[in-house]
């Protein structure tokens, strides 16, 4: 169940790989080390994901592509550098 509401970092409309947005970036980490600490409860975790999931979409319609991509990048560096367990369910 996990997997299907995973965030996927993708797509290449422009965005560059390296981190341009230093406060999308933080954030993103900011709310991945929520979901690390939601990680024993289930459907916590479902309602952060699905967050993170709004929280994209929400940066990208108004601040664009970049920011979006580094808000999504810094939660998914946060969560493999900090619990793999639970990036191999995510990611």
Not at 15 to 36: N, T
């Given at each position: 169940?996990?997997?299907?509401?995973?965030?996927?970092?993708?797509?290449?409309?422009?965005?560059?790989?390296?981190?341009?947005?230093?406060?999308?970036?933080?954030?993103?980490?900011?709310?991945?080390?929520?979901?690390?600490?939601?990680?024993?409860?289930?459907?916590?975790?479902?309602?952060?994901?699905?967050?993170?999931?709004?929280?994209?979409?929400?940066?990208?319609?108004?601040?664009?592509?970049?920011?979006?991509?580094?808000?999504?990048?810094?939660?998914?560096?946060?969560?493999?550098?900090?619990?793999?367990?639970?990036?191999r369910v995510l990611f």
């Amino acid at each position: 169940m996990l997997a299907a509401m995973a965030v996927s970092c993708g797509g290449s409309d422009g965005v560059s790989r390296h981190v341009r947005d230093r406060k999308a970036y933080a954030l993103g980490q900011e709310h991945g080390e929520r979901a690390v600490g939601l990680r024993d409860n289930e459907a916590a975790l479902q309602d952060a994901l699905l967050d993170v999931r709004a929280r994209i979409t929400n940066i990208h319609d108004r601040l664009g592509a970049q920011a979006s991509a580094d808000y999504e990048r810094g939660f998914t560096d946060y969560i493999k550098a900090n619990d793999d367990s639970l990036a191999r369910v995510l990611f």
